[in-house]
């Protein structure tokens, strides 16, 4: 057990936990309840009969955990590393917690919010502005993106311990000066930390850490002990297993919860001087391997360097025989890898006894991914805009003369390999290079590539950066004189959330339909997204503000209206945005889009307003199909949350949502229906039937209640498909 015992904020944390029914049992048999069931007086004397808490257990109901829901603002994910995840919830102390003692132990090694940090092919997603994400297969491409990446400015290499070494393996050439290599999500062992510190040439760091857990811990420069901090978690190790107590989050309390791993706590300081409790690894509870020496933990196992082998992994298939997967270093002699094998052999021996051993060696290099046959310029326009954009990403046949640059910007604006919470700065300069280069001979060409550059500004997301780059992209349209209604839309796209590059709404026909291809779809998508950032909080419209979240709006607009878009809708998702003010439609027409968009005027400028609710009745007068029907009662929310109107039948709302959306995530669902527009409602009926007890319900709504952007259903994809995290040290035979 730690030796300090935060009392005050176990006390605030019990009073939470008790509010959720998963607790109850457990609290009133340890008598942590007094007769008025509230928190026993004496509760710091029982807290040792309290029983644990195990993973499983909240995994399977994870609503009966859930305290309370007003104030949330963190979304996360156990890693289901052996087992299905659970979604958990925290507010905001718990996240302010979590971010002043990731950067207080980055803090240790010179790590300041200055120096990026680049998670490479992991799970891992970038944390803070400047930080970003190579993911993907480990090829030379990948390799490749790294270099790149790195040699912006010093970095911080951050990744599973297994993934880093095969990049380490796989290096022909050192990369640009690295400050350190952070290893996380796996045991470090020996060998591995050998191979990066010879690659990279910079000090490895030990990171250990459980989301839910709030378990947060980091090796110190001066010993390399793991340190845990005691700010946000109580620790304790029961008959081997840590166990942890969150001290922060109130939402989604996790008393006594044992979080799968085998821990040693050490009982005296670090010589480094520095606080918090110095803690050893010894590996996740279920991952335990048959020894000479009986039956360990992997984190017992020593696993050291041996002669000529960059790093190798082991699989105890049966009592008396091994797999090992063994990467060599690069160029040895005959000798030298008879040499290598045979040492491998001996520690094998020396571990597991006299055991058959299958060797099997990884590839001494990487290949470059494969590459579809290119195209002529003129062919690949006619790519683009004849098929879709997603066939062309399908298989991304390249031009070959002056186009090529446009395609590549494209490409990696649209399935990105680099992710980053801003535009990587290789992609922000290559899309100031294009602006660079000469005006395209074939006027296709060259209307093609500006609508790739208007649709690049869209995703800058500073804007003072957005805006330079819109201005030169503007004065390059206009010394082509290209008069491209599909490039005119792009440009007025680019233009929305742009403050200083007003549109002139008042002189236009809002009512005048716009066309629209796979390629506006994208660039609406992303400057919805771009747009948002550049308008947060209290800088936003009204509607954007009290319609949560906005994004789940903007996309289910243009979802429906897609077939029969006006320069109207383009101004009402400005307005809604920005809070700009927005122009009366034309009176002469009554047809169902103007009708929508005065609807959608009202509701911008005037939703209490009689007119506004009579409106509204108009619009169910003309849902007669099963699409306008279902929009109706998504207009109908929207009305009800600006209103202020509280969901007091959310069961009813509930099942407009299974009829016309095919219900929440976890039932059956109709593939051809979209929750999307309903995901403001969705997110206000979690209150309500949290109040009427339904637990699971409110709790599926919250895990329902997301958006993936552009970069990260790339990023969720490839790192799915290609980034996992490895056993080193796995046994598949019966004990």
Known sequence: MSDVFPQERLGVILAAALKAPGNNRRFHAAGLIDHSGAIAKDWCEQWPRLSVLDKATVRANPSQFMAQVDDIVYRGSTSGSRSDAYLFFAGTAWNQQRLQTRQAQLDWWGITPAVPIVNVASRLPPGRPGDLAVVGEIN???????RICLAQTESVIRG?????????????????????????????????????????????????????????????????????????????????????????????????????????????PCACGRPGLVAKVLGRLEDRIQTAKGIQLTGM???????????????????????????????????????????????????????????????????????????????????????????????????????RAAAQLLQSL???????????????????????????????VESLTLRILYFACSCLTQQALAEQCYEKIRARQQRTFLTDPHLDLDQRIAALFLATQPIAWEQMDLLQPVPLDSLHIFHLLSAFETGLG??????????????????????????????????????????????CEMQPLPRHS?????????????????????????????????????????????????????????????????????????GLPSRPK????????????????????????????????LGAVSLASRQNSAFERLTIAFNHKQSFLLDLAPW
């Open 301 to 403: 196992v020593p696993l050291p360097s041996l002669p000529h082998i960059d790093f190798y992994r082991l699989e105890r298939r049966s009592p008396f025989e091994l797999a090992a997967w063994v990467k060599l270093q690069p160029h040895l002699t005959p000798l030298d890898a008879i040499q290598a094998q045979q040492s491998l052999r001996n520690w094998v021996e020396s571990i597991f006894g006299t055991v058959q051993l299958t060797l099997n060696f990884e590839p001494e290099q990487v290949t470059n991914p494969p590459k579809p046959e290119p195209l002529e310029d003129l062919a690949w326009v006619e790519w683009l805009t004849q098929k879709s954009i997603g066939h062309w990403l399908a298989q991304p046949r390249m031009p070959t003369g002056e186009a």
């Open 670 to 701: 109709n593939k051809t229906k979209d929750l999307t527009p309903w995901l403001p409602l969705v997110r206000a009926l979690v209150q309500p039937c949290l109040d009427q007890g339904e637990r699971e319900l409110a709790y599926r709504c």
């Open 160 to 268: 599973y311990p297994s993934q880093l070494c095969q990049v380490a393996s796989y290096l022909t050439e050192p990369l640009p000066p690295i400050k350190a290599v952070i290893c996380t999500g796996e045991l470090l062992f020996e060998h591995q930390k050998d191979l990066l510190e010879r690659v990279f040439q910079a000090p490895v760091i030990d990171e250990y850490g459980c989301h839910e857990g709030a378990i947060s811990g980091m090796s110190c420069p001066e010993r390399g002990n793991l340190h845990l901090d005691e700010q946000r978690c109580f620790y304790e190790v029961i008959d081997g297993a840590l166990v942890v107590t969150d001290l922060w989050n109130e939402v989604m309390p996790l008393v006594r919860y044992r979080c799968g791993d085998g821990v040693a706590l050490g009982r005296s």
């Open 414 to 444: 649209l399935t990105p390999n680099v992710i980053g919470l801003h535009l990587p700065p290789a992609i922000e300069a290559a899309i100031f290079q294009l602006l660079e280069q000469p005006i395209a001979k074939h006027p296709q």
């Open 534 to 579: 550049f308008y947060p909080g209290d800088r936003r419209g009204n509607v954007a503000k009290k319609l949560l979240p906005p994004l789940a709006v903007l996309i289910g607009d243009l979802s429906f209206w897609a077939q029969q878009l006006t320069l109207g809708h383009l101004h009402h998702w400005q307005a809604l945005i920005t809070g």
């Open 590 to 662: 009554d047809t169902p889009v103007a009708l929508w968009l005065r609807w959608r005027h009202r509701l911008l400028t005037d939703p209490a307003s009689p007119e506004t609710r009579a409106m509204l009745g108009k619009l169910k007068a003309i849902a007669t199909t099963p699409a306008t029907e279902a929009r109706f009662f998504v207009e109908k929310s929207y009305y009800q949350l600006l209103r202020g109107q509280p969901f007091n039948t959310p069961q009813q709302w509930l099942e407009r949502i299974e009829t016309h959306a095919g």
């Open 140 to 146: 030379q491409g990948l390799l490749q993106q790294l």
